[in-house]
């Protein structure tokens, strides 16, 4: 299996991006990020031609998360399911060829201090909550998305500069360690142990060109699924070109199971 994941910021105004991306790549999964349409304007049969099916929990404007299989997809549920007041839509998790795959958009966090980074932090408590209620870390699941936050200094080209940004700040390193704390091993990181490896750029600043980003998407795993992982990394040529997302796709592939 290999599985692809992708902020998109719009799958309409990134579609045509997409659509080619899927052809060349031809992942067997495919995790989206931040679609910014509702479900009825999904473009499933674009996406359907390609031989993949789609499960959607979208959202008019922000947010939104799907995952795409060229399998069937199984038990799909959206959002956290914690009877919190929470219209946000980003979570959806499905079953794949006996994966489960668990795709999060997690809140950028606006500024430190604000509302919106008192709601971050809580988000990732509550999907850590999430993974202990209906998760098992000894059976393959892969937990994806654009989790907002790097994780090390090697995945930020200046730690000192955002060493106070929501991206970086210690307390939303401490959230994702407690998240990944659950037993899930980042797998780009058992294939690549080198700095400077990024999936996101700011449109600003020639941030690109120069390779000043941040690694922020990442494909998580549980130990018996990292165990067959056999590949990983990161489609950057895909932050080029006209009308970019700017966040590349990162992927991973795993050997078969037994």
Request: charge should be negative; include cysteine; aromatic fraction near 10%.
């Given at each position: 299996m290999k599985l692809a994941c992708w902020n998109v910021n719009s799958v309409r105004a990134r579609l045509p991006r997409v659509l080619a991306w899927l052809e060349k790549?031809?992942?067997?999964?495919?995790?989206?990020?931040?679609?910014?349409?509702?479900?009825?304007?999904?473009?499933?049969?674009?996406?359907?031609?390609l031989g993949y099916r789609a499960v959607v929990?979208?959202?008019?404007?922000?947010?939104?998360?799907?995952?795409?299989a060229r399998g069937?997809?199984?038990?799909?549920?959206?959002?956290?399911?914690?009877?919190?007041?929470?219209?946000?839509?980003?979570?959806?998790?499905?079953?794949?060829?006996?994966?489960?795959?668990?795709?999060?958009?997690?809140?950028?966090?606006?500024?430190?201090?604000?509302?919106?980074?008192?709601?971050?932090?809580?988000?990732?408590?509550?999907?850590?909550?999430?993974?202990?209620?209906n998760a098992d870390p000894k059976q393959p699941?892969?937990?994806?998305?654009d989790f907002n936050v790097s994780p090390e200094a090697r995945d930020v080209h200046d730690p000192a500069a955002w060493e106070d940004s929501v991206l970086y700040h210690p307390e939303a390193r401490a959230?994702?360690?407690?998240?990944?704390?659950?037993?899930?091993?980042?797998?780009?990181?058992?294939?690549?142990?080198?700095?400077?490896?990024?999936?996101?750029?700011?449109?600003?600043?020639l941030a690109f060109p120069k390779n000043r980003g941040l690694r922020i998407d990442l494909v998580l795993a549980t130990e018996p699924l990292a165990a067959r992982c056999v590949a990983a990394g990161i489609h950057r040529d895909e932050r080029k070109g006209k009308q970019p997302s700017?966040?590349?796709?990162?992927?991973?592939?795993?050997?078969?199971?037994?």
């Open positions: 790549e031809k992942p067997d999964v495919v995790c989206l990020q931040e679609l910014k349409v509702e479900d009825a304007e999904f473009p499933s049969l674009e996406i359907e031609a929990h979208g959202q008019r404007t922000y947010n939104g998360v799907g995952i795409l069937e997809l199984r038990d799909v549920v959206r959002g956290l399911g914690d009877g919190v007041d929470d219209p946000q839509a980003r979570l959806i998790a499905a079953s794949v060829d006996g994966v489960r795959v668990v795709c999060v958009y997690v809140p950028n966090g606006g500024e430190v201090g604000s509302d919106k980074w008192d709601y971050k932090r809580a988000w990732l408590r509550r999907l850590r909550q999430w993974l202990d209620r699941l892969v937990l994806c998305g959230a994702l360690q407690e998240v990944t704390a659950f037993g899930l091993r980042d797998t780009l990181r058992l294939h690549h142990a080198d700095a400077g490896l990024y999936s996101w750029w700011d449109y600003r600043m700017d966040h590349a796709p990162v992927w991973a592939e795993f050997a078969p199971g037994t």
